[in-house]
């Protein structure tokens, strides 16, 4: 039986195209940190429809997404070498140290079980294999009140909307090498950490 989760990105996958724009320009600065990190196996966790593969130069990329719709949309945008699987991230099935780096590309708040899927990425990870996360974190500005305001409903799209990276234990698994605030705002940021 699926998710609701995984019911809503389903339905949801025509839509996607219309997300991938408003999210290209960060999408964009997160590609080019990635393309300059030593070349390794690298797994993306919730690859969407894909869109966004091209944007890979370098590194032996697998990507993984829950939704079948999803899946299929990036199955057509991939090369032969991506390799693409239908998995939850928060039950990964790889043996542990598999990757030199995870990627999770507006994923975690999204997650029904971020704890989870942090103890995850940790298990795939090499010893001192790093995470990369591009994501949305509630600022300590005028912002918060917005991000507020939607969590009233933000469970209908499956999103965290107030969200705090530490407020999750497993991160403390984590050493955060790098922190990149994007503008405007500082509302997206790019967070590097290494596996301790």
């Given amino acids: 039986m699926l998710s609701a989760q995984t019911n809503f990105y389903n339905r949801f996958s025509f839509l996607y195209p219309l997300v991938d724009v408003f999210l290209k320009p960060q999408k964009k600065k997160f590609f080019n940190i990635i ?5 390794g196996k ?13 944007l890979y130069q370098r590194h032996q990329i697998t990507g993984i997404e829950l939704s079948t719709s999803m899946l299929n949309i990036a199955k057509k ?10 998995m939850n991230g928060e ?18 708040a999204v997650a029904d079980k971020p704890e989870k899927l942090l103890l995850e990425c940790e ?3 090499k010893h001192s294999g790093k995470m990369l996360i591009l994501n949305h974190f509630t600022p ?3 912002i918060k009140y917005i991000d507020q305001f939607f969590n009233l409903f933000s469970g209908i799209f499956h999103l965290k909307s107030i969200f705090y990276i530490e407020n999750f234990k497993a991160i403390n ?3 955060l090498e790098k922190e990149i605030a994007l503008k405007p ?3 997206f940021k790019i967070l590097i950490f290494s596996k301790h």
Avoid: C
């Fill in 173 to 175: 698994h984590f050493k």
């Fill in 185 to 187: 705002f500082s509302y």
């Fill in 140 to 142: 300590n500005n005028h």
């Fill in 123 to 125: 298990r795939v990870l």
């Fill in 42 to 54: 690298l797994l993306e966790i919730g690859i969407g429809n894909g869109a966004h593969i091209k």
């Fill in 91 to 108: 039950n990964l099935t790889f043996e542990s140290d598999s990757f030199d780096y995870v990627v999770l590309s507006h994923v975690i």
């Fill in 77 to 86: 945008n991939a090369p032969s070498t991506i390799s693409l699987f239908e």
């Fill in 35 to 39: 393309n300059k990190l030593p070349e």
